[in-house]
């Protein structure tokens, strides 16, 4: 699969996942609009999906991708294959530790989000957070998953298992939000249990495209097999790669903590807009960014360690080119249609005129940005 083709592969099944992901958001400003309690299951949404940017797809795969690509190319397969069965192994124990972790300390981390949410907002934020927080440990090894399949090059089922998440999203919203409301429950946890089944599917279908391959993880319960695979070389290599990535990454989500933060303390809905706002922006981030990333990661890495400099360059030449020739236009197009694009959109059941106004202004300030 050459690389446009692939990019283009990845790129209809990223837009797929953009698709389903604006009628999630659709169907959330139409059943509960921008109140209190949807900045409250945002707030609780974006505390597992944070680590999850910051350490799963962020510095984990930025690490992880370029090792493995690189062991792939100058040991082999077999060393591969105990790469993975280490790295898997060490990642499991420190997922179980996280979330035992983040369940228990709910309340803290909802305080250091959204510390500006009401009473009742701020309660059910805090449970919906216990219950979503194990999506990390999905999550993450998905993305272990997926920085396996892109590097042999099976691209698709990485790029269509998002997908899975917004289907499992809707159709629970669908059908728990009102019985849970008439049950006496806020009809927006039906959204929490919709992102943990999403979740667990994410996972499930990885596993046939890794046996396919001969690379399904390997992991050990036992504390010996920790220490063990925490002894592997390609561990500590790992550890310290991500370092550089961690920093990274981690400054465009203390941006993303800082907004939240800030949005949770300028009234209800506010942290609701930034959000609708958000997934129009993901459209162009999704389809450029997320494509190349995917496609053109383990060829660098692979390129660098063969020691292939001029198509290291070629390639990061081309990847350039293709972001500069299609997100300008992208841009431009946010600036100039944001309030049409949020009404068309979003303007329907219990989202209002003022709702639309204020997404708007949002989309705007993401356009520039």
């Not at 953009?18 to 505390?47: C, H, K, N, S, Y």
């Not at 996280?98 to 500006?116: E, I, N, Q, R």
């Not at 892109?150 to 728990?176: E, Q």
């Not at 429950?185 to 596993?207: D, H, K, S, T």
Request: glycine content about 10%; hydrophobic content about 55%.
């Amino acid at each position: 699969m050459n690389l446009l083709r692939a990019a283009s592969t990845i790129s209809l099944l990223t837009l797929a996942s953009r698709i389903t992901g604006l009628v999630r958001e659709q169907m959330v400003a139409g059943l509960f609009g921008a109140t209190a309690l949807t900045d409250a299951f945002l707030v609780a949404f974006r505390i597992p999906n944070l680590l999850r940017r910051l350490f799963a797809e962020g510095a984990f795969s930025q690490a992880f991708v370029p090792l493995l690509a690189a062991t792939k190319a100058s040991e082999g397969e077999e060393a591969t294959r105990r790469l993975i069965d280490a790295v898997a192994t060490v990642l499991l124990w420190a997922l179980v530790a996280t979330c035992v972790v983040g369940v228990v300390a709910a309340p803290v981390l909802v305080w250091l989000l959204g510390a500006g949410l009401p009473g009742e907002a701020f309660d059910a934020s805090v449970v919906m957070t216990r219950f979503m927080f194990p999506y990390i440990g999905c999550m993450s090894l998905v993305a272990l998953s997926a920085g396996i399949l892109n590097t042999w090059r099976r691209f698709v089922v990485p790029a269509a298992t998002p997908v899975l998440l917004n289907l499992s999203v809707i159709a629970v919203g669908w059908a728990l939000a009102g019985p849970l409301q008439r049950a006496g429950y806020p009809g927006i946890y039906a959204m929490a249990f919709g992102v943990m089944l999403g979740g667990v599917l994410q996972l499930l279908v990885q596993w046939p495209a890794l046996r396919a391959i001969g690379a399904m993880p390997h992991m050990r319960l036992s504390w010996r097999g920790l220490q063990d695979s925490r002894s592997h070389p390609g561990v500590g290599r790992l550890l310290v790669q991500m370092g550089p990535a961690l920093l990274g990454v981690g400054v465009s989500q203390l941006s993303l903590m800082i907004n939240t933060q800030i949005s949770s303390h300028l009234g209800p809905g506010a942290t609701s807009w930034l959000n609708y706002a958000d997934r129009l922006m993901e459209f162009p981030i999704g389809l450029l960014g997320v494509a190349l990333s995917a496609v053109l990661t383990p060829q660098l890495s692979a390129a660098q360690a063969s020691g292939e400099t001029a198509r290291y360059s070629q390639l990061l030449d081309w990847g350039l080119r293709m972001v500069l020739l299609l997100a300008l236009p992208c841009a431009v197009a946010l600036l100039a249609f944001a309030e049409p694009l949020t009404a068309v959109l979003y303007h329907r059941g219990a989202f209002r005129a003022a709702d639309v106004a204020q997404t708007a202004q949002s989309v705007m300030g993401w356009g520039v940005g």
